[in-house]
C-alpha cells in the first residue's frame, strides 16, 4: 500500500490583522475593504519558505528514524535560491543522512502536489521511499494591492511510503495550462495578477469543475464519495458557486482558512490536507485538489493506522500558537519591503564562507555535536578533545543531533545596542535537554516570556540576510515553549 | 610550582594619557604622549630600553597588526617589539611580557605600551568583529558586549537566589562610586557625579544593564618602563619603589561555553589567576591584605561578580558588601579609585597599564589627598576579555 505516513504543519506565530494593513494602505484603494477581513499569517522576520517547510517538515518526521527518510521534495514559489537546492536545506535541518533523493519544486502554485504526485510515484515505482514533501509560500503583494491582503504564509509537509499509512494513495489527475492570472518575472519580488472577475470565472471557476470531473471520470467515481473535498480558492463567491455547481455538501467542506491563515499558496492545498487529516476517520475518502497554472487531483482513503499517529501539532496546533502583530510599518521591514536605519552597526559586512559551511554543514544546518564515548559529555559544536575537566579524550566522540530534544534557558537578555531589523536582539545560554550548550538567538518571543530554567525549542531560522550578495543564511534558534503547548 | 616573578621586577616609571573621545589624536599621538609621559617618570633615556612589547585589540580601526606601529610611532632604535592581543587582557600582556624580559635576564630595561582608537568607529559601543572566529561569526547570536555581560545578572540572580531589584541596586552603587571617583580624576573620560535614582532610571541597553551600567568608548593609551631592582635603585635612590608581586592569566578552557556545570554567574578564570596571583604575591588573605584595586568594570555586573571571583566577597554577598561601602573609595578596599572602566574610560589594550598607572601613583603617594589612598601595601588589577562563557582574566599585583 503506498500513500501517507504522517503530516505536519506550520503556520507562523504572528498575524496581521487585515484592518491593520487597510488602515495604512486603504486609503489608495478603498474597494480592498472586500478584502479586509480576518487576519493573514506572517512569517517572522527570520523565517522564509525554507525555514517554514523545515519547520513544517520536523513536524512531520516527528517521532520518526530520521535515517529511515528517503528524500524531500520542497515546493515552494518563493525559494530563496534559483540556484542552491532548498531541499537540501530542509533535510539538513532534519538531520537526515545524505544518500537520499532530494528535490525543488515550484513554478506554479500547483507545484506541492506535483511534488506529492513525484514522491508517490516514486514510492509506488519502489525508486524511493518515505519522502517528505513540504510545501511552503510567503508570497508578497505591493502595498495597496489586493494580494497584500489576501495572501498568507504557510507551510505544510506529508510524508510519503508503503507502510503504516494512514491515507491510501488511490489516483491522480492532472491538468496543465498557461492560464496567467498571476505571475512573477525571474527578478520580480512581488506577485502581479489580471482582473480578478476573469480570474474567479474563467480561472477557479472552470478549472477546478475541470479537473474533478477528469479525476471523478477516470476512476469513476461520484463527488458524494468523497468525505471531503479540498481546494483552494480565495474568492469566497467563487467557493459558493463552485460547490453548488458540483454538488459539495456543507460537510465535505474543508475550510480554506482564508481568515485565519491566508492563502499560502503552493502550501495552501497541503494545508488544507493536512487540516483534513487532523480530523479524519478511516474509511474517509479525501480529494486533494491544487490550482495554479492548471491543477492536480489526487484520491486518498483513510485507513485505521490514523489513530496510531501520534499526534503532532499540524495545523491546529500552530493556530493556537500566535501573537498579533499590529504594526503595518514592521511587516513591511521585515519583508524587507522599506529600507529602515538599523544604524552604522547594521552596515557591518556579513560573510558567508561557503567552504568553511560545507566542512561544518552538519553542526551549522543539522545542529549536530558530538558525544563522547568515554564519558558521555554531549558538546556543541562538536569538540574533537572532550571538555569535560575529568575526561579529556581525544577522538572519541560520536555524532548527536540536537535539534530534537529542546533545551532550558540557562542566561538571556534583551540587547538594544545590536543591530537587528526586529530589535531589541534577544540571546541567551541554553543548556540542550540531551546535553552540552550553546548561545542562542532567541526568536518569537519577548524578554518577558523568558526565565533561567524555562523549556524552549530549537527552530530553523534565518540567521541573517546579506543584501550584497542575496544570501539568506540559516541557523538555529531556540523558542519559548509556551505554557500549556505539548 | 616554580618561584614566579615576585619582586624581581619593578616599574622604573609610567604614563598615561587623558582617555576619552579623542577625536584630533591618532594612535600615534597617544602612544607618543604616554611614552613621553612615561620615559620622563623613568628618568632614562629612549636607547637605554631595550625590547619593547605592543598591547593593542581591535586590528579593525585601531593600529594594524605586528609590532610596527609602535617601533615607527615611537621611534625606537630597531629593538624588538612584540604585539600582544589578548583581548581586554592585552595591555597587562603587554606588561607581563616587558616584565618577563626583564625577569628572565634577556634585558635590563623594556617597555610596555597599550593603545587603543576606539573612537573612529563610527558608531557607539565596540566595533562589530568575529572575535572567535569565522564559524562562531555565522552561528553565534548577534549579540554586543553589554548583552553577553547582562546574561551574568540574570544566571547570578537565579544561582544565588537574589533578587533582580537588589542587583540593580548594587550595580547602581558601583557606577555611582565610579562616578564620584572619576569626577576627581583629571584624566578620567567621565567626570561628572550621577546620583543614585538616574542611574537606575537610565535607558536600558541590554536587560538588566542600563546605560549608566556600561563603561565608556574611549580612545587612550598608557605605559609602563620596567627594570630590575637593582638598576632602578641606582637610577632613583631616594624613593620608594613599586615592585611587581605577581601576574597572572588564566584562559577559557571550553568549560564555561560547552560544558554545563558553569552556572554561568561568574568567571571561572577570575577565579583561578587571582588564586594563582595571591600565591605568587605570598598573599594568604585577599580581604585583609589587598589595599585598593582596579577591576575590570566593562560593566557594573562584571565588577559585582569580580568582588566574589577575586575571593574577597563571599560567594552571593557581594551585594552587601558593595551595598556597605567596603569597596567605597573610604571604604576597607577601595575598588576604582580612578574612576575605573566606567568613567576613566576604556579604550581596551591600554586598559591594563591604565590600572597599573593608578595603583602605581597610589603606592608612591603622588596623588591629591581628596582621592589617595591611606597607606596603600598591595594593589591588585584586572582584566577580562572576550564574553563570560569564553574569557580571558589577567590579575597583576604591585606593592611596595
Given amino acids: 500500500m503506498v500513500g501517507i505516513r504522517s503530516y505536519g504543519g506550520y503556520v507562523p506565530r504572528y498575524r496581521l490583522n487585515r484592518m491593520v494593513i487597510f488602515g495604512s494602505m486603504g486609503w489608495i484603494n478603498p474597494a480592498n475593504m472586500l478584502n479586509a477581513q480576518g487576519e493573514k499569517a506572517v512569517a517572522n522576520f527570520d523565517e522564509d519558505s525554507v525555514t517554514m517547510a523545515a519547520a513544517a517538515a520536523a513536524d512531520c518526521a516527528k517521532g520518526f528514524n530520521r535515517d529511515l527518510i528517503g528524500g524531500v521534495y520542497f515546493a515552494s514559489t518563493t525559494a530563496s535560491y534559483k540556484e542552491r537546492l532548498c531541499a537540501n536545506l530542509v533535510a539538513g535541518a532534519l538531520a537526515m543522512r545524505e544518500d537520499v533523493r532530494t528535490a525543488d519544486f515550484g513554478g506554479a502554485l500547483k507545484c506541492g502536489t506535483t511534488a506529492l504526485i513525484s514522491a508517490l510515484d516514486g514510492v509506488s515505482a519502489g525508486t524511493a521511499n518515505n519522502i517528505v514533501v513540504s510545501a511552503a509560500d510567503c508570497r508578497l503583494g505591493t502595498m495597496g494591492s489586493p494580494q497584500e491582503l489576501m495572501f498568507g504564509d504557510g507551510a505544510a509537509a506529508l510524508m510519503v511510503g508503503d507502510t503504516d499509512i494512514i491515507a491510501e494513495f488511490k489516483g491522480s489527475f492532472s491538468t496543465g495550462h498557461d492560464f496567467v492570472d498571476h505571475f512573477r518575472g525571474s527578478e520580480s519580488k512581488y506577485d502581479r495578477q489580471w482582473e480578478e472577475r476573469w480570474i474567479r470565472d474563467e480561472g477557479f471557476g472552470k478549472f477546478i469543475p475541470e479537473v474533478i470531473s477528469g479525476i471523478c471520470d477516470k476512476y469513476g467515481m461520484a463527488l458524494s464519495d468523497f468525505a471531503k473535498v479540498i481546494y ?114 547594521g552596515e557591518e559586512q556579513k560573510w558567508t564562507r561557503w567552504s568553511l559551511m560545507w566542512r561544518a554543514h552538519r553542526t551549522m544546518l543539522s545542529l549536530e555535536g558530538s558525544k563522547c564515548k568515554a564519558c558521555g559529555t554531549v558538546q556543541f559544536p562538536p569538540q574533537r578533545i572532550c571538555v569535560n575537566p575529568s575526561c579529556g579524550v581525544t577522538d572519541q566522540s560520536e555524532p548527536i ?24 536582539a534577544i540571546y541567551g545560554s541554553v543548556n540542550f535537554n540531551l546535553g552540552g550548550r550553546f548561545l542562542f538567538d532567541f526568536t518569537d ?38 505554557e500549556g503547548a505539548e | 610550582m616554580a618561584e614566579g616573578i615576585r619582586d624581581k621586577v619593578v616599574i622604573l616609571g609610567m604614563g598615561c594619557t587623558k582617555f576619552g573621545e579623542r577625536w584630533s589624536d591618532a594612535p600615534e599621538d597617544l602612544a607618543v604622549d604616554a611614552f613621553t609621559e612615561c620615559l620622563s617618570d623613568a628618568g632614562i633615556e629612549k636607547k637605554e630600553i631595550e625590547a619593547a612589547w605592543l598591547g593593542s585589540h581591535f586590528d579593525e580601526i585601531n593600529v594594524g597588526k605586528g609590532g610596527n606601529f609602535l617601533g615607527m610611532a615611537l621611534k625606537l632604535p630597531l629593538i624588538p617589539v612584540t604585539r600582544t592581543e589578548n583581548f581586554c587582557a592585552s595591555g597587562t600582556e603587554a606588561f607581563r611580557g616587558a616584565c618577563y624580559g626583564v625577569a628572565s635576564g634577556a634585558y635590563d630595561i623594556a617597555l610596555a605600551l597599550g593603545v587603543e582608537k576606539l573612537k573612529d568607529t563610527g558608531y557607539g559601543g565596540l566595533p562589530d568583529s568575529p572575535a572567535f572566529g569565522q564559524q562562531y561569526a555565522m552561528i553565534g547570536p548577534n549579540a554586543t558586549a553589554p ?98 608581586k605577581a601576574i597572572q592569566v588564566s584562559v577559557s578552557s571550553g568549560e564555561e561555553a560547552l560544558y554545563t556545570d558553569w552556572d554561568g554567574s561568574g568567571m571561572l578564570t577570575t577565579r583561578r589567576a587571582s588564586s594563582k596571583a595571591y600565591e605568587e604575591a605570598g598573599i594568604k588573605n585577599p580581604r585583609e591584605e589587598i589595599s585598593m584595586m582596579e577591576v575590570h568594570d566593562c560593566f557594573s555586573i562584571t565588577e559585582l561578580a569580580t568582588m566574589e571571583d577575586l575571593h574577597i566577597s563571599e560567594p552571593g554577598k557581594a551585594c552587601d558588601d558593595i551595598l556597605d561601602g567596603f569597596y567605597d573609595l573610604n571604604g576597607k578596599i577601595p575598588c576604582q579609585p580612578d574612576g575605573g572602566l566606567k568613567c576613566f574610560g576604556h579604550p581596551i589594550a591600554a586598559s591594563g597599564l591604565r590600572m597599573l598607572f593608578e595603583m602605581y601613583n597610589q603606592l608612591l603617594g603622588l596623588w591629591p589627598e581628596e582621592r589617595q589612598v591611606k597607606n596603600p601595601k598591595f594593589g591588585l588589577t584586572h582584566n577580562l576579555g572576550g564574553i563570560p562563557n569564553q574569557n580571558v582574566c589577567s590579575i597583576a599585583i604591585v606593592g611596595l
Avoid at chain 1, 452 to 481: E, H, M, N, Q
Avoid at chain 2, 158 to 165: D, G, L
Avoid at chain 2, 200 to 209: K, Q, S, V
Fill in chain 1, 401 to 424: 543531533v540536537l535539534s530534537e530534544g529542546g533545551g532550558k534557558v540557562a542566561s538571556f537578555t534583551s540587547d538594544m545596542l545590536a543591530a537587528s531589523i526586529n530589535p531589541p
Fill in chain 2, 147 to 244: 548583552g553577553m555581560f547582562a546574561q551574568l545578572a540574570t544566571a547570578y540572580s537565579a544561582a544565588y537566589k537574589v533578587p533582580m531589584e537588589k542587583i540593580k541596586e548594587a550595580m547602581a552603587h558601583i557606577s555611582w562610586k565610579s562616578h564620584q571617583n572619576g569626577a576627581n580624576n583629571p584624566r578620567a573620560h567621565l567626570r561628572k557625579p550621577i546620583p543614585v535614582e538616574q542611574i537606575l532610571g537610565a535607558p536600558m541597553i541590554a536587560y538588566p544593564l542600563g546605560l549608566f551600567d556600561c563603561c565608556g568608548v574611549s580612545d587612550g593609551s598608557a605605559c609602563a618602563i620596567v627594570t630590575t631592582p637593582k638598576i632602578a635603585k641606582k637610577i632613583k635612590p631616594n624613593q620608594d619603589l613599586v615592585k611587581v
Fill in chain 1, 445 to 482: 518571543c519577548t524578554v518577558d516570556d523568558l526565565a533561567v530554567g524555562s523549556p524552549v525549542d530549537l527552530s530553523f531560522r534565518v540567521k541573517y540576510y546579506d543584501a550584497l550578495r542575496d544570501i539568506t543564511d540559516y541557523f538555529w534558534k531556540a523558542v519559548p515553549v509556551a
Fill in chain 1, 232 to 345: 483552494p480558492c480565495y474568492f469566497g463567491s467563487a467557493r459558493k458557486s463552485i460547490n453548488k455547481k458540483l454538488g459539495i455538501e456543507p460537510d465535505q467542506v474543508v475550510d480554506s482558512l482564508q481568515a485565519v491563515v491566508g492563502d499560502a499558496g503552493a502550501a495552501q492545498p497541503m494545508l488544507m490536507m493536512v487540516k483534513a487529516l487532523e480530523e479524519a476517520k478511516p474509511g474517509d475518502k479525501i480529494l486533494l485538489v491544487s490550482y495554479g497554472s492548471g491543477c492536480d487531483a489526487l484520491i486518498f482513503e483513510v485507513t485505521d493506522k490514523i489513530h496510531e499517529l501520534k499526534p503532532r501539532r499540524g495545523v491546529l496546533g500552530n493556530l493556537n500558537r500566535r501573537a498579533d502583530l499590529d504594526n503595518y510599518a514592521k511587516y513591511l521591514t521585515w519583508r524587507r519591503m522599506v529600507t529602515v536605519d538599523t544604524g552604522l552597526r
